[in-house]
């Protein structure tokens, strides 16, 4: 197995184990976390989305996560607070295959949707 592989696995490891401490919190009902680790910032259908929402004044706690990962590498800060916005968002809304995500068994009262 090569390094790159084997980092691969441990970060994914590790990322789970965060997200499964962060699962013992509650789940925030009016919390929906929009996240892409393939755009800088929000953009297509998150965005119609996010608009959406935010023209219907609903009282809700909007969490937006974006980091394209060939321009900017991973922090241990934003790994650490991406499991936890994942474990308490009662919605989790991605636009593209988010490989690392696939990984949580997400709660039962959570929903998960790619866009």
Do not use: W
């Not at 922090?75 to 936890?84: D, G, M, N, Q, T």
């Not at 009662?90 to 690392?100: G, L, S, T």
Request: charged share 25%.
């Amino acid at each position: 197995m090569n390094l790159h592989l084997l980092m691969r696995k441990i970060r994914n490891g590790l990322f789970v184990t965060v997200y499964n401490f962060f699962s013992l919190l509650p789940l925030k009902s009016n919390k929906i976390l929009f996240t892409s680790e393939s755009r800088s910032k929000i953009s297509g259908n998150l965005q119609y989305i996010y608009e959406e929402l935010k023209s219907r004044n609903l009282s809700i706690k909007i969490v937006l996560n974006f980091r394209d990962k060939k321009i900017t590498p991973p922090s241990l800060l934003k790994f650490i607070v991406l499991a936890y916005h994942c474990a308490t968002s009662k919605f989790i809304i991605i636009d593209d295959f988010y490989p690392r995500l696939y990984k949580i068994r997400v709660r039962k009262k959570a929903n998960f949707m790619q866009v």
